[in-house]
């Protein structure tokens, strides 16, 4: 075989591994995150019950919460240090411990207190939980205090401004409907994507290292890496934006600014995973190691981003490490671009920091060995 032969496009006919990476996994990985949110927010979140009062008020207030779609309060317990047990072991994601004298208190106008406990680990399930206890605690109070009112001679209209005279209301600025799938889908997916480019990348270089010798020149080098990784730069940018139309399709996703920026945002951020993932093989010239270290890299993108926790409030490690990696910029730009609608000026930090990666490809692919040895013992059959 000549080296002349050794393209993208042949290692792709060659290797099947490598192909399923580029070609149906990327879409089929998107897919099943879709399928797994697809309804959107969270479902029959399981709650436990301590009833200290068993009276018609407590199993009112019960039957409210159940009626939620987000809360299931199928799981009781006879007290409290079960309950914060069944918490522990992680059996409810929440415990709620309605006291005795509840129905009593409520009857006096004198307002019980409900305690509820909940994982603040789990962040986004937390989140919702209480969100949802706090809204039907809130409309179960109202109607009580209403019932009492009627019952104490006043009108309709008196007895609910009474009971409710402010009702709050709180809605997500770029996500009103609270929707989850948009919200973890379009994150999640570019972190799964990244990881298929580092571990393609990886892969391919490999594999022409194996094949023959890289050229001695720089000039001749980069030409030779170049015919290698254009192909495989097409394939995953394309499987990006097949990307961004399977969340328009599937989850309704509407860019809010224009998304011509995203595009070219997507071809840099993969031209900066590749830099990374030859920067990688180039320190570590084993093609198991190399994947190993790529998993470690990337494997808390998704964590480190800046979606579910803000990165101004991690620590300098964390937040080092996010900065490290392409995707926490990409996810910056996303949000900016599909979320905000923002201008220019907000979009030019995060495709400035991917840039900066593209300045790793020359000297990666400068330290990149000359060539590399079978190992029989990780070659896999076709």
């Not at 407590?58 to 079960?82: F, G, I, K, V």
Request: net charge neutral; with cysteine; aromatic share 10%.
């Amino acid at each position: 075989m000549t080296t002349t032969a050794l393209t993208g496009w042949s290692a792709l006919r060659r290797q099947p591994w490598l192909l399923a990476l580029t070609v149906w996994l990327p879409p089929l990985v998107t897919l099943l995150f879709i399928a797994v949110f697809v309804t959107g927010s969270p479902q029959s979140l399981p709650v436990g019950v301590v009833d200290l009062d068993h009276s018609a008020e407590a199993r009112a207030l019960q039957r409210e919460l159940n009626a939620s779609p987000a809360l299931n309060l199928q799981n009781h317990y006879p007290s409290a240090h079960e309950g914060s047990e069944a918490l522990k072991r992680g059996d409810v994601l929440a415990l709620l411990i309605i006291p005795a004298n509840f129905g009593r208190d409520l009857l006096r106008g004198t307002s019980p207190e409900v305690t509820a406990f909940y994982n603040s680990q789990y962040l986004l399930a937390g989140k919702f939980i209480s969100s949802a206890l706090t809204e039907i605690s809130f409309n179960f109070a109202a109607e009580s205090g209403v019932a009492m009112r009627l019952g104490q001679g006043q009108s309709l209209p008196q007895a609910m401004a009474g009971a409710a005279p402010l009702r709050p209301q709180i809605t997500s600025l770029y996500n009103p409907g609270m929707n989850y799938a948009l919200f973890l889908v379009t994150s999640i997916a570019p972190a799964a994507w990244q990881i298929l480019i580092v571990a393609s990348t990886v892969l391919l270089l490999a594999w022409r290292l194996e094949q023959a010798p890289l050229p001695a020149g720089f000039g001749p080098r980069s030409r030779a890496c170049y015919q290698l990784l254009a192909p495989l730069f097409l394939l995953l940018w394309l499987q990006g934006l097949l990307m961004l139309a399977l969340f328009h399709y599937w989850l309704g996703w509407q860019p809010a600014g224009n998304i011509l920026w995203l595009i070219a945002g997507m071809a840099v951020m993969v031209l900066a995973v590749q830099s990374m993932a030859t920067l990688i093989l180039a320190i570590l010239p084993n093609k198991v190691r190399a994947l190993s270290i790529c998993a470690a890299y990337l494997a808390p993108a998704f964590a480190f981003m800046g979606i579910t926790f803000p990165r101004g409030d991690m620590n300098a490690l964390a937040w080092a490490w996010g900065g490290l990696m392409p995707s926490t910029h990409y996810m910056q730009l996303q949000i900016a671009v599909a979320d905000h609608g923002a201008g220019l000026t907000v979009l030019l930090p995060p495709l400035l920091a991917l840039l900066l990666f593209l300045l790793v490809l020359p000297l990666a692919i400068h330290a990149l060995p000359e060539r590399m040895t079978i190992n029989p013992a990780e070659q896999v059959s076709p």
